[in-house]
């Protein structure tokens, strides 16, 4: 592990000026940064009429409403710039009422972007007015203000404050837990060599799948909830069938000549099998592999170093990231003869090595045909292919490019449009130690990265821009996980605590003790309904929910 940085708290020293103030304090918390204001932690305020002299801001302004696809809602309106979410969410039900009769949107809440001029988008947080202030170049009164809004999740994940179960059985660190996305069963791996299946209604271990032989360092289910997939320090990757309450496992012994550093299933929507993995290892290459018939489809070379991690796209890209600083793109979206894996652009940026990757459309791909909201299950395969096909196509809507961003030993990440240019967008600094893990929110709204410097760094998910540091952790945090209402967000730490976080709080709302060491592994059900899942170097996994 990296040794600690040096201290980012900012000193002062005093003079007869006043204070003079030093150091990488971010924010609003930095007097000398007068200008700054973090926007999700602004107070939400209107000011008066003299006040809006005072500031030179017009008492109104003209906006004009649109959908997510970019789409005109309603006519051009003159509107106070008092006007707050709450007021501006009112304005858009009574105008999509008027559109559709047959639809009642009151219940609806909405998410608000105003349309700079550069055409960035910023998240409207608290009212017009701190809009303005933040961005004078919108202050025209002749000039129509665009405002587009996205849908919020209808349903509310209750927060977790309380250890409901620990479960015991493994006699070893245990490195990962992931629930199904179903959100019916729970899977964990470790040091032990076994991968244990939970049943998350009673919290007793349904079946012990061995065939390891050595630690189980990544873990992953099929979006159909039907199969498991487990890689090892060996290069041995096993798949589980899940039937009848039974793992049956599909072993291949040597799907790498090292070991195995990550795994990641094909979506759903690309393929109705669901029958497709993709695993990277230290031997520095990637293979894709058919789980029925148990062989190797391809693989793909060119990284000079390990390749540390492999996410597979909504869009049908293989996304890998390699200890020699370098992101690669390949096609994952083209017949086997005909140009799968055909190495599209290479990404380069990065100072060190890369550790992580995060795809926009991560949650999306994860769940596949399952809703949260409806809780729904599909028995046949064309339903759940035509449901999963359907859930990514409102995700993406029109307008919507999938975003990837990396994180690196060099203490940065950086933004990226890969599927139509190899240039960053932005690079993010603020991070004193390298990179544990990156993590977009359900809606893709928000991203938050987990760092050795004990801190939590929460980013806009569509600009990259920076909005608030968690902090609270005294030890190295190595996993962070979204509720599938985009409202929390929890973090697992060296200091063997899980800490849960809301958005629009500095503080951590709850502390969450029990664990009697480090704790490696973290995951929030998907459907909202199993709580938290964290696993620690204790050998036990706890539950944690409201």
């Given at each position: 592990m990296s040794n600690p940085g040096t201290s980012t708290w900012a000193t002062s020293t005093a003079t007869k000026k006043g204070i003079v103030w030093s150091g990488s304090l971010l924010g609003s918390h930095n007097p000398s940064n007068l200008g700054y204001q973090e926007p999700r932690y602004q107070k939400r305020y209107k000011l008066t009429e003299e006040q809006l002299l005072d500031k030179k801001l017009p008492s109104s302004l003209i906006i004009q409403f649109r959908n997510k696809d970019g789409e005109e809602v309603g006519e051009n309106m003159d509107v106070p710039t008092t006007s707050n979410c709450e007021e501006l969410c009112t304005l858009l039900h009574s105008l999509l009422d008027e559109e559709d009769q047959s639809t009642s949107n009151k219940k609806q809440p909405y998410a608000f972007y105003a349309t700079l001029e550069n055409g960035e988008e910023v998240e409207i947080t608290s009212s017009i007015t701190s809009l303005l202030t933040n961005y004078q170049s919108l202050l025209s009164t002749e000039k129509v203000l665009e405002i587009k809004y996205q849908p919020l999740a209808l349903f509310r994940v209750r927060p977790v404050t309380r250890c409901t179960d620990t479960l015991q059985g493994h006699t070893e660190a245990i490195l990962h837990v992931s629930f199904s996305p179903d959100g019916k069963q729970l899977a964990s791996g470790g040091g032990d060599t076994t991968v244990r299946f939970w049943d998350i209604q009673t919290n007793t271990c349904k079946t012990i799948g061995k065939g390891h032989k050595n630690h189980v360092l990544c873990v992953?289910?099929?979006?159909?909830?039907?199969?498991?997939?487990?890689?090892?320090?060996?290069?041995?990757?096993?798949?589980?069938?899940?039937?009848?309450?039974?793992?049956?496992?599909?072993?291949?012994?040597?799907?790498?000549?090292?070991?195995?550093?990550?795994?990641?299933?094909?979506?759903?929507?690309?393929?109705?099998?669901?029958?497709?993995?993709?695993?990277?290892?230290?031997?520095?290459?990637?293979?894709?592999?058919?789980?029925?018939?148990?062989?190797?489809?391809?693989?793909?070379?060119?990284?000079?170093?390990?390749?540390?991690?492999?996410?597979?796209?909504?869009?049908?890209?293989?996304?890998?990231?390699?200890?020699?600083?370098?992101?690669?793109?390949?096609?994952?979206?083209?017949?086997?003869?005909?140009?799968?894996?055909?190495?599209?652009?290479?990404?380069?940026?990065?100072?060190?090595?890369?550790?992580?990757?995060?795809?926009?459309?991560?949650?999306?791909?994860?769940?596949?045909?399952?809703?949260?909201?409806?809780?729904?299950?599909?028995?046949?395969?064309?339903?759940?292919?035509?449901?999963?096909?359907?859930?990514?196509?409102?995700?993406?809507?029109?307008?919507?490019?999938?975003?990837?961003?990396?994180?690196s030993d060099d203490n940065t990440l950086i933004f990226w449009d890969p599927t139509v240019s190899k240039h960053p967008i932005k690079r993010l600094t603020g991070h004193q130690q390298l990179v544990n893990h990156i993590a977009f929110s359900p809606d893709a709204r928000y991203f938050a990265s987990a760092s050795f410097d004990k801190k939590v760094k929460l980013w806009d998910g569509k600009t990259g821009q920076y909005l608030a540091t968690f902090t609270g952790h005294v030890g190295a945090v190595y996993r962070v996980a979204w509720s599938s209402d985009s409202r929390y967000l929890c973090s697992a730490s060296k200091d063997?605590?899980?800490?849960?976080?809301?958005?629009?709080?500095?503080?951590?709302?709850?502390?969450?003790?029990?664990?009697?060491?480090?704790?490696?592994?973290?995951?929030?059900?998907?459907?909202?309904?199993?709580?938290?899942?964290?696993?620690s170097k204790d050998r036990t996994i706890k539950i944690w929910k409201h």
């Open positions: 992953s289910w099929s979006p159909d909830s039907r199969r498991f997939a487990s890689g090892d320090k060996s290069g041995m990757l096993i798949s589980w069938d899940i039937k009848h309450g039974k793992a049956l496992p599909n072993i291949l012994r040597n799907a790498h000549k090292k070991f195995i550093t990550s795994i990641c299933w094909e979506p759903l929507h690309l393929n109705s099998k669901c029958e497709r993995i993709v695993s990277s290892s230290k031997d520095g290459t990637i293979r894709v592999w058919n789980v029925r018939t148990q062989s190797c489809e391809i693989t793909l070379s060119g990284h000079l170093d390990s390749v540390e991690c492999v996410v597979w796209s909504g869009e049908g890209l293989l996304y890998s990231a390699s200890r020699d600083r370098t992101i690669k793109v390949w096609a994952a979206n083209l017949p086997l003869n005909q140009g799968f894996g055909k190495l599209i652009r290479t990404l380069q940026g990065h100072a060190h090595r890369v550790n992580t990757l995060a795809l926009s459309c991560e949650y999306v791909t994860r769940t596949g045909p399952f809703d949260p909201m409806t809780y729904t299950f599909y028995t046949n395969e064309e339903g759940a292919y035509q449901h999963a096909c359907q859930k990514y196509k409102d995700f993406k809507g029109n307008s919507e490019s999938e975003r990837l961003i990396s994180g063997s605590t899980v800490k849960l976080w809301q958005l629009g709080e500095k503080n951590a709302v709850e502390t969450l003790p029990g664990h009697a060491d480090e704790v490696y592994a973290l995951d929030w059900s998907p459907s909202g309904r199993g709580g938290v899942a964290s696993g």
